[in-house]
Each structure stands twice: as C-alpha cells, then as structure tokens.
C-alpha cells in the first residue's frame, strides 16, 4: 500500500519540488475549510492568492495543473457555477481565438520576424537604441495591432535568436531535431555568455512589454477592453485616441524616458551587452543564411511579408475579428508558401494552445470575482466619493485591483457601473467621459505591476522564451517595477491635472 501511495505522491505534479507539492495540497484541503468557518467572501479571496501563487511559481509547475484543480474545487465548492464559467469565456471568445490562430498565425512568420530582427539586432549596436527602439516598436504596433500579437512577435524573435546560438555552440547540424532547453553539454565559456545573452535578452523582451502597454492604451483596438469602453462612449477610433492622449502621450514620453535611464543606469538589471561571440554568431549565421537562399526562400520571405502588410491593414481597419483574420493569416501562408503537411500545421499551435487553456482557468477565478462581488465594495466607495476625486480615485482602485486580477475584468465591471450611473442621471456626460477616461488608463497602465493585470505579461510569463531567459514570476515583476511606478504616477498626475 505504502509503495502505491508513493507512486501517486511522486506522479502528482511531476517533477516539481516537494515542497510545491505539499502547498497545493494544503490549499485544497483548507479551502473548503475557509469557506464552511468564514464563507464564500474569505475563501474566494483566498483562492485570488493561491492562484497568484501558482502564477508565481511558473517555473515550478506550469499554471494550467495547479491553477486547474483551484479552479475546479472553487466550482465543487460553489464559489462560482459552470454557466458563470461558460459566460465568462463566451464573452472573452475573441480573446480565445485570438490566442488560438492569431498565436499560430506568427509561427508561419517566423523566418521573415527573425529576418527583421536580426537586421535590427546586428546593425543597431547601440544598446540604449536598440531597447528604445523595442519599446516604440512595441507600442507602436500595439496600438494598432493586439498586444498579445505583439508580444508573440518578440517571442518568437527572442527563441529565435536563443536557439541560433545554443544549436552553434552546441555542435548540432542545423537540420538535426535540437533542444536548446538543456544546457549540461555546454562548455563552461559558452555557460557564461549564454548567461549574459539571456540577460541581454530579457531586456529586449521587458522594454517590448511594457512597450504593448504604453501602446495599447491609446487607441480602440489596443486592448479588449479599449473596444468595450469606447462601445459604451460611442467613440471611433479617431475620438478614442483624443479623448486618451492628454493621458497616453504623456505616459508614452515619460515610459520612454525611463527605458534610456534603466539602459543608462543598469538599475533593475537592466543594461546587458550582448557578448561579442554571440554577435559574430547571429552575424555569421545571417550571412550563411543569404548566401544559400534561393528563389524559392526569397518567395517565402516576400510572402511573408506581404501577409504582414495584410495583417496590419487588416487590424488597423477592424476587417473581422483578431483571431479570424488570424486564421486567414495561416490559411494564406500555409497554402502560399507550400506546407500541406499536418504535424508541421500543428506546430504552430504548440504555443499557444496550453495558453489558452489557462487563460480558461483564469476565467474560473474571475467568475468567482464576479459572483462573490469581491470588488463591488470598492467600487461603491469611489461612487460616494467627491465627483472631483472620482478620476483620481478610480484611476488609484483599477490599478490596484487590475494588478492582482485581470485588467478587462476590473474595466468591465467599473465602466457597466459607471454608465448605469449616468443613465440614471447620477453624473453628467461630461463628467462620465472623465471616468471612462479614467477607468481605461487605470486599468491598463499601473497593471504593468505583475503578470496577473496584463495576459501580454502573462502570455510572456509562460511562453517558451521565459525559462530559455530564465524570466521567472518575481524577476518579471523586479524588472517591471521602475516601468510601475513611472507609468503609474505620470498617469495618475494626467488624469488629475490635464483630463
């Protein structure tokens, strides 16, 4: 019996630490607990850290398996229902698709994405230029594009990169399957400046990031619950971006601004050289590559490229949803550029795909949000308060709770209070506009906090390129930090003295 016991101790979870282990049973076993001596208020709010934690401890033990089984017993334990569940993810279905195909649209660009960045990376050897130039790319595309396909575009320029390297000083012919994951045949040189490329690299993909988030305040497409406010405003494009830029250009100035000082400083561990070796690696690896394309790679690479540009306009124009015009993307390129084979069109999905079963998980904890009306205080508070306070106020309570929740969650449950409270008269339009204004920023600029407020965090959080870097939880939120506060103040100041 003992023996069988073991088994099942040492199969759950896997490899994670015991210690791990032994956490994620206690908070099953004292959940229900919580809940039958302090009721659903308490247990709810305990399930919100417990699921931070698992977050937390991504490197541990993907999400999905804890954060799963939290999820479950939070429905066994009616916290929430399963048609809460399913009217949470109906509602987010845009965001599922776009995780699902627009993911896997940006694996069939990978050998153009890489092209680019490689060109960028070999001929701006200026550091500071280089990340300044990641941010605004960042933001600039993510303004018209959606952060999560924004950042799908720096991970896979960032693996590609780490696997260049790892493959060449690893021995491995390029055609042979490698695993640039394992590290235990390296020699102790190439362990060192494996080390400070990483470094160097999570920089890029940091200053990226928070890049999406400069962006994807300013404009109605830049994040979900953008779309969301200015369908309650009645705004289009052009009248979201005004109404947001005495708070988003600012905001945009001041990010900036600290990108050059962290780069200047070093501070956060910022300030990471790539190593020369690695340089002349990628160098060499670009011009081997050139040299043996043919007329076939180059129709690929224009292919490529010219679905980009569809794409952009695509977005830009809001032709169809993001995650359809993402299945475009990967019917166009597969069809164009020759891959008819299953297990290659599979591949693509790979990414994304465990993603977005997590992101199903993080529904589950955002209904019990919902259905316990954990934030309702909160928001009743801001209500009462002095109308001259409120944009303040609700600027300070988003960020807060869009940092350890779910940034469209707190917009949607904020925005449907604040227009019943103008349909009602309690507010006039002028001062609901003030709000909104306040409630969108809010909601995505002080959530740079922690991967929990933005999924672009979170998708980064837990892509492949995270534990390649060794971009763990808290590192990310160190590293974030500088970003947090400026990003937070500077808003904050906006919405009190300019909106």
Known sequence: ????????????????????????????????????????????????????????????????????????????????????????????????????FMVAGIYFMKGMLLYVFTKLLLNVRNKTALS??????????SAFLDALTVTAVLISAAVGFYSIYHRVVSGSHKDADHDHSVDDHLHENHRIELDKFRAFLRNLLMHGAVGTALGGVCTLVGEPQNLLIGEKMGWHFVEFFVHMAPVSMPVLACGLLTTILLERTGWFGYGAHIPEPVFNILKDFDREAQSQWGSKERAELY?????????????????????????????????????????????AFEEALPFTALLVVFFTIVSVIHDQHLFTPVIEWVLHMDLRNQPAMFFVANGLLSAISDNVFVATVYINEVTDAFRSGRISREH????????????????VATPNGQAAFLFL?????????????????????????VLSVSGLLAVLFLV
């Open 1 to 100: 019996m003992r023996p069988l016991l073991q088994a099942y101790y040492s199969n759950f979870l896997g490899n994670s630490p015991s210690w791990y282990k032994q956490a994620i049973l206690c908070f099953l076993l004292v959940n229900p607990i919580a809940l039958m001596i302090f009721g659903p208020v308490t247990a709810g709010w305990l399930l919100i850290f417990e699921f931070i934690f698992t977050l937390s401890m991504a490197l541990k033990c993907y999400p999905l398996l804890p954060g799963g089984l939290l999820a479950i017993e939070s429905v066994l334990m009616h916290l929430t229902e399963p048609s809460s569940l399913y009217h949470e993810v109906s509602s987010n279905l845009p965001v599922i698709l776009l995780l699902m």
């Open 132 to 141: 300044l130039l990641f941010a605004l790319m960042g933001a600039v595309l």
């Open 303 to 347: 292919t490529q490229f010219a679905v980009a540009i569809f794409l952009i306009l695509a977005l830009a124009l809001h032709l169809a949803e993001v995650g359809i015009i993402g299945l475009t993307v990967i019917v166009l390129l597969t069809s164009m550029n020759g891959i008819t084979e299953e297990h290659r069109i599979g591949r």
């Open 432 to 447: 609901f506009e003030s709000l909104a204004i306040a409630i969108n920023t809010g909601t995505n600029l002080p959530s």
């Open 461 to 485: 959080l837990t892509s492949a390129a995270a534990p390649l870097v060794r971009l763990s939880y808290m590192r990310m939120v160190y590293m974030a930090l500088p970003y947090t506060i």
